[in-house]
């Protein structure tokens, strides 16, 4: 069996403006993993977590309860850039190690990034259903290609918008014209990231790499906000690479799709330009 992980980044709120402070971008990130991978990954990143960042739980704290420690991706992006060198330094030599972890367990990534427009209403409920039922059928033929089955555990928002997106794939599974995903065994389900090792991973992924790097592909220069920092290019540059390798594509219709697909509603520029 194989499970699919999500997290987002920023926020499906309208821009008023190129200055306006509201987040220029929504990305929502899936991470494909082998179940059997879920307990060794997890070990290793609670492990992880402890080395780098021991503040994070007193000093008597069971050996477990270091799942309940998160380290946040917006915080560590922050961090990763900041002109305090130490700072910096630490950030960096954690979000290393992360790759490698990520690397090491075979986690691929597949996601979708939305670049708002100033100005231009966003369709909320509309984005990031979509971005799931996109996220789903890459997922599909994932699934396809292991000739597996799988689900998919998504970060919990509230019970409103968790019940819409499940109803979404729903009504895909159980379509007139067929099951859109067969090999997904169930609707998508909600956890907290505080009991998932690959939810707080997501929202690394999400949050301390694709979203700066997205930042740097299409906003700077454009957007004058505090969300686009020119800063963040360092990110882009150090781990395009590896981000672009860890991605689970395939060829539908003679086209090659999946991965991190990006709709940039500022200039149209296509997905490759998101590694750098």
């Not at 609670?46 to 270091?66: E, I, Q, T, V």
């Not at 075979?106 to 979509?130: D, E, N």
């Not at 301390?208 to 004058?224: E, R, S």
Request: with cysteine; glycine share 8%.
């Amino acid at each position: 069996m194989r499970i699919c992980y999500v997290d987002e980044s920023g926020d499906t709120g309208t821009l008023p403006a190129g200055a306006s402070n509201v987040q220029p971008a929504l990305v929502v990130v899936g991470l494909f993993i082998d179940q059997g991978a879920v307990g060794p990954f997890t070990r290793d990143f609670m492990l992880l977590k402890r080395r780098y960042y021991p503040g994070l739980r007193p000093s008597n704290a069971a050996a477990l309860d270091w799942m309940l420690a998160e380290v946040k991706g917006s915080e560590l992006r922050r961090d990763a850039v900041s002109t305090r060198r130490r700072e910096a330094r630490h950030a960096i030599g954690f979000l290393d190690k992360f790759i490698q972890l990520l690397q090491s367990h075979q986690v691929q990534i597949v996601g979708r990034i939305w670049v708002k427009k100033p100005t231009a209403p966003v369709r909320h409920v509309a984005i990031y259903t979509s971005s799931i039922q996109a996220i789903c059928t890459d997922f599909q033929h994932y699934l396809a290609v292991a000739d597996d089955s799988g689900a998919l555990i998504a970060d919990s928002r509230s019970p409103a918008q968790n019940v819409g997106v499940s109803h979404s794939i729903f009504t895909r599974k159980f379509q007139a014209s067929g099951d859109a995903y067969p090999r997904l065994l169930e609707m998508p389900v909600f956890g907290h990231s505080e009991n998932h090792a690959l939810l707080q991973a997501a929202d690394l992924v999400s949050s301390a790499l694709v979203y700066p790097m997205a930042m740097t592909a299409y906003c700077v220069g454009t957007i004058a906000n505090l969300h686009a920092r020119a800063e963040y290019a360092t990110l882009q540059e150090r781990y395009g690479a590896a981000i672009k390798a860890m991605q689970f594509r395939y060829s539908d219709r003679d086209r090659t799709v999946g991965g991190l697909a990006v709709s940039d509603g500022l200039a149209q520029r296509g997905g490759a330009a998101l590694f750098g």
